[in-house]
């Protein structure tokens, strides 16, 4: 089995001390080595933010995209060659603001490929401003008499998107998000993982206190995950008790193996065909 330290860059992390975006970096290189995964398997692409850096500190193949962009690049990459491991990852505000289209429409074409949002509840590299998951009334540098918007409820979302796998982990949980991270990785579609990821600097309200005291593990109470009644009324629960864990899975075709152009493979390993153009008048 590969050893952790084989997922550790040169380059190393230039996080705020206590940052939880440490802990979702070394459990998703504790998953990556479980899995018997190697460096050259995998790809992890990132949008913009402090969360979109994990990259450049994970010894893979990778790549830093545009802010919210990060999604049509790992599917690209993985059309290019099935064998990756494709991984995205980035935050709240990359994610679930300006990059919420990609988001929804990656859900509904369910490319095999795993997306990990470090959620902090704000905008950490701007420097605290509201994010779409800042809970209302919350006063960030941005909504400085409290933010007048609801919270967006990132699983509720990605459930009611159609999404095959949806689950939440807490960065103060390492082992627990390491076991979380395999099952996405080996679920066949996109798997969406939400992470609580405290920003010790500019969110003085979702810390890693508020998570401790809430958060209980689906696990221990026999949730059904292929209920999907179950698992949006879970994605919905907040307040003095959190769930964190797998709240969906279930399988559903993914869209490499229909896509006509892929019929014959990775297009990164298939010979260069000029188009029939005749295959488009067909339609006229
Ligand atoms: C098109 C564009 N708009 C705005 C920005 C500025 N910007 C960079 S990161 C960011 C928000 C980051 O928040 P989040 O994705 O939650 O990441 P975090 O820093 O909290 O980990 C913004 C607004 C940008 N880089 N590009
Ligand atoms: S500003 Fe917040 S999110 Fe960014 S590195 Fe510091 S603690 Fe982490
Ligand atoms: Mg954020």
């Known amino acids: 089995m590969p050893d952790v330290a084989v997922f550790k860059s040169e380059v190393k992390p230039d996080w705020c001390p206590g940052c939880g975006d440490f802990g979702v970096l070394n459990s998703l290189q504790k998953a ?4 018997n ?3 050259h398997d995998v790809m992890v692409v990132s949008g913009i933010g402090c969360s979109s850096n994990l990259p450049g500190f994970f010894n893979s193949y990778g790549m830093h995209t545009l802010h919210g962009r990060s999604l049509p690049v790992a599917q690209g990459a993985k059309f290019g060659n099935h ?8 935050g709240d505000g990359d994610g679930y603001g300006i990059g919420v289209g990609h988001f929804i429409h990656s859900i509904r074409r ?4 795993t997306y990990i949002v470090m959620d902090n509840q704000i ?5 605290g401003q509201a994010s779409p998951t800042t809970e209302r009334m919350t006063k960030t540098k941005s909504t400085p008499t409290g933010c007048l918007e609801s919270s967006l409820s990132p699983l509720a979302l990605s459930l009611a998107g159609g999404a095959s796998f949806v689950a939440r982990g807490f960065s103060g949980e390492p082992m627990h998000l390491a076991e979380v991270f395999k099952a996405a990785i080996q679920h066949k579609g996109f798997a969406h993982v939400d992470v609580f990821s405290p920003c010790v ?6 810390t890693y206190p508020y998570f401790k005291q809430r958060t209980y593990k689906l696990e221990d109470e026999k949730h059904d995950t292929k209920n999907f009644d179950a698992a ?3 994605a919905q629960e907040w307040g003095d008790r959190i769930p964190i864990g797998v709240l969906y899975a279930v399988e559903r075709p993914t869209y490499e193996y229909g896509e006509t152009a892929l019929m014959d493979g990775d297009l990164a390993k298939q010979p260069f065909k000029p188009l029939d153009p005749s295959i488009l008048l067909e339609f006229v």
């Open 83 to 90: 064998d990756m491991t494709v991984i995205a990852t980035g």
């Open 37 to 39: 995964l190697n460096p």
């Open 232 to 234: 949006m009324k879970k």
């Open 201 to 206: 600097t500019y969110n003085k309200t979702n």
């Open 32 to 35: 990556c080595a479980d899995l």
């Open 123 to 127: 905008y950490g590299l701007t420097t």
């Open 110 to 113: 369910n490319v095999d490929m």
